[in-house]
C-alpha cells in the first residue's frame, strides 16, 4: 500500500479542483460520458488525482458502455479499500484510494473475464501516467 496521505478538509480544498474535491471528498459522481478517461486508450497507470497512488493500470481498462472508467482489476490488491455503501436506496460496493480514502467509484460483478469485476470510476478521482498521456 503506497504510505497514508492526510489532510485537512482546507488542504484538500486547495490541492483539488471543485470537481475532483466533490468526487474525492464527498463521494460524488460525474455524469456519465463526462469524464475525460473514459475515451482514454494510451497506454499507463491511473493514479488517485488525490495523492498519487497508483491503482490501475491501462492494461486492465475495459469500455464497459456505461459512461466511466472502467476496469476488471486494481493495480495491487491493496491499492484500494472496498466498502458497502448502502445511499440512495441501492446496496453497492464503494471503491476508495487505500492511501487517502478518497472516493473513486463502484465496484459491479458484471465485468469481463478473468475476474468478473468492473470497477466503474470517475475520470475526476484519476491522473493516468504513461504513453498517450
Known amino acids: 500500500m503506497s504510505k497514508r496521505v ?3 478538509d482546507e488542504e484538500w480544498r486547495q490541492a ?3 470537481e475532483q474535491y466533490e468526487v474525492l ?4 459522481t460525474e455524469r456519465a ?3 475525460e478517461l473514459n475515451d482514454f486508450k494510451g497506454k499507463g497507470t491511473f493514479a488517485c488525482a488525490g495523492c498519487g497512488a497508483d491503482l490501475f493500470s491501462s492494461e486492465t ?3 464497459s ?4 472508467p472502467s476496469f ?3 493495480l495491487t490488491e491493496d491499492a484500494i479499500t472496498e466498502v458497502r455503501d448502502e445511499s ?3 446496496m453497492r460496493t464503494e471503491v476508495l484510494c487505500s492511501a487517502c480514502e478518497g472516493h473513486l467509484g463502484h465496484l459491479f460483478p458484471d465485468g469481463p473475464r478473468p475476474t468478473g469485476d468492473r470497477y466503474c470510476i470517475n475520470s475526476a478521482a484519476l491522473k493516468v501516467s504513461g504513453e498517450g498521456e
Open 61 to 63: 481498462k475495459f469500455n
Open 16 to 18: 483539488l479542483t471543485p
Open 88 to 90: 440512495h436506496g441501492m
Open 6 to 8: 492526510e489532510k485537512t
Open 72 to 74: 476488471w482489476q486494481a
Open 25 to 28: 471528498r464527498q463521494k460524488g
Open 33 to 35: 460520458f463526462s469524464g
Open 65 to 68: 458502455g456505461t459512461g466511466w
